[in-house]
T-cell receptor, first 112, second 113 residues
Framework: QQQVKQSPQSLIVQKGGIPIINCAYENTAFDYFPWYQQFPGKGPALLIAIRPDVSEKKEGRFTISFNKSAKQFSLHIMDSQPGDSATYFCAASGRSNYQLIWGAGTKLIIKP | ETGVTQTPRHLVMGMTNKKSLKCEQHLGHNAMYWYKQSAKKPLELMFVYSLEERVENNSVPSRFSPECPNSSHLFLHLHTLQPEDSALYLC????????????FGPGTRLTVL
C-alpha cells in the first residue's frame, strides 16, 4: 500500500516529442505528489508538484496530470529538448506521515 | 559554497574498514535526511533529523550510524559494510520536517569490496 509504481523504466523520444511518464499509487491517504529530476552526477531536484484538489498543473513545458479516481498521475514534457535527458522520479506523501514514497525512476533520453 | 555539499564524492572501502560520509547544508534548513539510491530502485529513506534530533530510522542495519552535531552538518558513519551496501548515498535538507521541498546534495558513490 505504501508503494508508488512508476513506468516506463526507460524512454527514448525524438526532440520535440512529448514523453509521458506514469505513476500509480494505492494509499488513498496520499495527498502530495512531486516530481523530481536528476542529472548524472547530481542529486534529484524538485521539478513540479501537485495536490489532489486539481487535475492538472503546468509549469513551463512540464505538466502533471492527476486522476484521483484511478490513483494515477503522470508527467508530460512538451516540446522536449536534449537537455531534458535525465532520470525522473515521482513520489507521494500523506498527512499522517510526511515521508516521501518514491517511484523507481524513469531514464529519459531525448534524441536530437 | 551554496546548497547541499557532500564529501567524499567517491569512496571505495573494504568490508572491515570504518569510514564516514559528510553532508553540509548552507540553506538554513532545520531538517536533514540520508537516502540510499540503488540502480532501478526507489530512493530508500534511511534517517531523518529535525532540529538535530533523529525523528526517523527506517530499519537501517546498525552498521550505518548517523550523527547530526548541528543543524548544518550530518554524518553517516560506516563500519563492517557488505558488498550489497554499494550504492549512491544522498543527503538532503528541507526547511522543516514535513511536506517541504527537499534539496539534495550530489551524493557519495560508495563501493564496498
Amino acid at each position: 500500500q505504501q508503494q508508488v509504481k512508476q513506468s516506463p523504466q526507460s524512454l527514448i523520444v525524438q526532440k520535440g516529442g512529448i514523453p509521458i511518464i506514469n505513476c500509480a499509487y494505492e494509499n488513498t491517504a496520499f495527498d502530495y505528489f512531486p516530481w523530481y529530476q536528476q542529472f548524472p552526477g547530481k542529486g534529484p531536484a524538485l521539478l513540479i508538484a501537485i495536490r489532489p484538489d486539481v487535475s492538472e498543473k503546468k509549469e513551463g513545458r512540464f505538466t502533471i496530470s492527476f486522476n484521483k479516481s484511478a490513483k494515477q498521475f503522470s508527467l508530460h514534457i512538451m516540446d522536449s529538448q536534449p537537455g531534458d535527458s535525465a532520470t525522473y522520479f515521482c513520489a507521494a506523501s500523506g498527512r499522517s506521515n510526511y515521508q516521501l514514497i518514491w517511484g523507481a525512476g524513469t531514464k529519459l533520453i531525448i534524441k536530437p | 559554497e551554496t546548497g547541499v555539499t557532500q564529501t567524499p564524492r567517491h569512496l571505495v572501502m573494504g568490508m572491515t574498514n570504518k569510514k564516514s560520509l559528510k553532508c553540509e547544508q548552507h540553506l538554513g534548513h532545520n531538517a536533514m535526511y540520508w537516502y540510499k539510491q540503488s540502480a532501478k530502485k526507489p530512493l530508500e529513506l534511511m534517517f531523518v533529523y529535525s532540529l538535530e534530533e533523529r525523528v526517523e530510522n527506517n530499519s537501517v542495519p546498525s552498521r550505518f550510524s548517523p550523527e547530526c552535531p548541528n543543524s548544518s552538518h550530518l554524518f553517516l558513519h560506516l563500519h563492517t559494510l557488505q558488498p550489497e551496501d554499494s550504492a549512491l548515498y544522498l543527503c538532503a535538507s528541507s526547511p522543516q520536517q514535513g511536506r517541504n521541498e527537499q534539496f539534495f546534495g550530489p551524493g557519495t558513490r560508495l563501493t564496498v569490496l
